[in-house]
């Protein structure tokens, strides 16, 4: 079974390709820095991908402090304002091979104006 619903399954893989992942420092200062990503179907993760990802500061933060979040967001309508998310927030892994990522195990999933239902959330 799945951490997301069906809406939010859809939602990720119709088309968007950048996030938000947010890292903490080890100075416990906040890094939130735009990344690419994919759903990963197999085990139902979100991995984080991007140029040199290896090098980077969140991958570092998660090789040390194991979590990470990301958002995955849009605007459906500007007129009315609608924006639609998902926030992944879990345990995190930063994997070097074969290919540098950071693989996020969703522990909590945030979803709003997937529908238009939910678009005040």
């Known amino acids: ?3 997301f619903t069906p809406e939010q399954l859809e939602y990720l893989h119709s088309g968007r390709r950048l996030g938000r992942i947010a890292t903490v420092g080890a100075d416990g200062t906040p ?5 690419g990503w994919v759903h990963n179907v197999e085990l ?3 991995d984080a991908t991007g140029r040199d990802v290896a090098n980077t500061k969140k991958f570092r933060d998660v090789q040390r402090t194991g979590h990470a979040a990301i958002v995955i967001d ?3 309508s500007v007129d009315p304002w609608r924006p639609r998310a998902i ?5 995190a892994e930063a994997i070097a091979e074969p290919e540098a990522l950071i693989r996020i195990h ?3 999933v945030a979803a709003w104006g997937l529908s238009p239902a939910t678009a005040e959330a």
Do not use: K, Q, W, Y
């Open 87 to 91: 926030e992944v927030r879990g345990r």
């Open 106 to 108: 969703p522990d909590h």
């Open 74 to 76: 849009d605007l459906a």
């Open 1 to 3: 079974m799945s951490a």
């Open 44 to 46: 139902d993760t979100i």
């Open 31 to 35: 890094h939130v820095v735009p990344t």
